[in-house]
T-cell receptor, first 112, second 112 residues
């Protein structure tokens, strides 16, 4: 298995633009997590899914952020409109229940 | 408020010595505690998981202890090597939940 796949690896955009981050979890994993990492706040959970259903989105900063998981092999995190304070590294991770999480390589987002 | 604190932002040790990293938490009742390693530009990688009813776990040169009375976990790397240089993150999972809360990490540098 190739592990968790994220795209793009780097994204530079201007304030106000829509940004879509993509994630393909490891096949057979029933949990998918979206995290954001910054120097100031560390690694923060944004939302997680179980069997494609959002379970906890309390970490999503505001309505500008949305996440979907239309099937077991694909998830998106969308920011619309983007702001400079959204600049961070966004990680996707997948897991089998109660086991370790496998992280993707991350997407480094820069909003100018 | 809930907090997960890792003893220091940075730790430097001499090659061959034992590195000890600390993770303290408040206002959590963790069912599991996990340790991850993160290298620059990469996602965290799982190292060890210890459950609340376990005192100690070992894996090769790694050892984790978990004291629910002190609300503390210690992470040891024996016979440290320069290749062990990385940021180490502790993470808690509470009973009934499936998401992790991460500490801010300790950046370990092993000096040859």
């Amino acid at each position: 298995d190739a592990g968790v796949i994220q795209s793009p690896r780097h994204e530079v955009t201007e304030m106000g633009q829509e940004v879509t981050l993509r994630c393909k979890p490891i096949s057979g994993h029933d949990y998918l997590f979206w995290y954001r990492q910054t120097m100031m706040r560390g690694l923060e959970l944004l939302i997680y899914f179980n069997n494609n259903v959002p379970i906890d989105d309390s970490g999503m900063p505001e309505d500008r952020f949305s996440a979907k998981m239309p099937n077991a092999s694909f998830s998106t995190l969308k920011i619309q409109p983007s702001e400079p304070r959204d600049s961070a590294v966004y990680f996707c991770a997948s897991a089998v229940h109660d086991n370790e999480q496998f992280f993707g390589p991350g997407t480094r987002l820069t909003v100018l | 408020s809930q907090k997960i604190e890792q003893n220091s932002e940075a730790l430097n040790i001499q090659e061959g010595k034992t590195a000890t990293l600390t993770c303290n938490y408040t206002n959590y009742s963790p069912a599991y505690l996990q340790w991850y390693r993160q290298d620059p530009g990469r996602g965290p990688v799982f190292l060890l998981l210890i459950r609340e009813n376990e005192k100690e776990k070992r894996k090769e040169r790694l050892k984790v202890t978990f004291d629910t009375t002190l609300k503390q976990s210690l992470f040891h790397i024996t016979a440290s090597q320069p290749a062990d240089s990385a940021t180490y993150l502790c993470a808690l999972e509470t009973a009934g939940a499936n998401n992790l809360f991460f500490g801010t990490g300790t950046r370990l540098t092993v000096i040859p």
